[in-house]
């Protein structure tokens, strides 16, 4: 089955700097990765997706790229606030739209 | 639209006893799935159904079964409560399997089994 990675399981950053978080995936026919994010006690929402025939996709402050040859996919959040803390997921699919998912990245923005 | 909803929120089981976790969806979905939450771990998917009457086993599927007899609802059955099973159960669904149809999920059920 699929295996998908994420790093860093923490990070913070200052409000209004940047955050980064990449997720390497296993399977070289997965063919779709959203991003997640969850706040505390509350379900999973889908911020922002990209699909294989797609090398970036933005959404305001937020854009991911994927890298098919290297099979690694990045999520970039600009321009941080408060309310973007929270734990970021990303996940990896091929089919069935069955969704393989990282580990998580728990983002603390420090006003 | 209430979109998917969950019961029970919360509920501690005994170990060896049995529940249903419920959920319902009210978008006219096909596509239903049970994934589990465990602490600071992303989510492992249960089990998934393509339709009415259509069931597959996804990553983790032992010690769990499910029924899909309506488009609605898609309860998680557990049958002999085990510690490894205190989790948090979250239930989406999306209109199609197609990759990039999003998927919605439920607010999750939080399970202890002691």
């Known amino acids: 089955g699929e295996n998908v990675e994420q790093h860093p399981s923490t990070l913070s950053v200052q409000e209004g700097d940047s955050a980064v978080i990449k997720c390497t995936y296993s399977?070289?026919?997965?063919?779709?990765f959203p991003w997640y994010k969850q706040e505390l006690g509350k379900r999973p929402q889908l911020i922002i997706d990209?699909?294989?025939?797609?090398g970036e996709k933005k959404d305001q402050r937020i854009a991911v790229t994927l890298n098919k040859t290297a099979k690694h996919f990045s999520l970039h959040i600009t321009e941080t606030q408060p309310e973007d803390s929270a734990v970021y997921f990303c996940?990896?699919?091929?089919?069935?739209?069955?969704?393989?998912f990282g580990t998580g990245t728990r983002l603390t923005v420090i006003p | 639209n209430a979109g998917v909803t969950q019961t029970p929120k919360f509920r501690i089981l005994k170990i060896g006893q049995s529940m249903t976790l419920q959920c319902t969806q009210d978008?006219?979905?096909?596509?239903m799935y049970w994934y589990r939450q465990d602490p600071g771990m992303g989510l492992k998917l249960i089990y998934y159904?393509?339709?009415?009457?259509?069931?597959d086993k996804g990553e983790v599927p032992n010690g769990y079964n499910v029924s899909r007899s309506t488009t609605e609802d898609f309860p998680l059955r557990l049958e002999l409560a085990a510690p490894s099973q205190t989790s948090v159960y979250f239930c989406?669904?999306?209109?199609?399997?197609?990759?990039?149809?999003?998927?919605?999920f439920g607010p999750g059920t939080r399970l202890t089994v002691l």
């Open positions: 990209i699909r294989s025939n797609v």
């Open positions: 399977d070289s026919a997965s063919n779709y």
């Open positions: 159904s393509v339709g009415a009457g259509i069931t």
């Open positions: 978008m006219n979905h096909n596509y």
């Open positions: 989406a669904s999306s209109s199609t399997g197609l990759p990039g149809n999003e998927q919605f």
């Open positions: 996940a990896a699919s091929k089919g069935a739209n069955n969704l393989f």
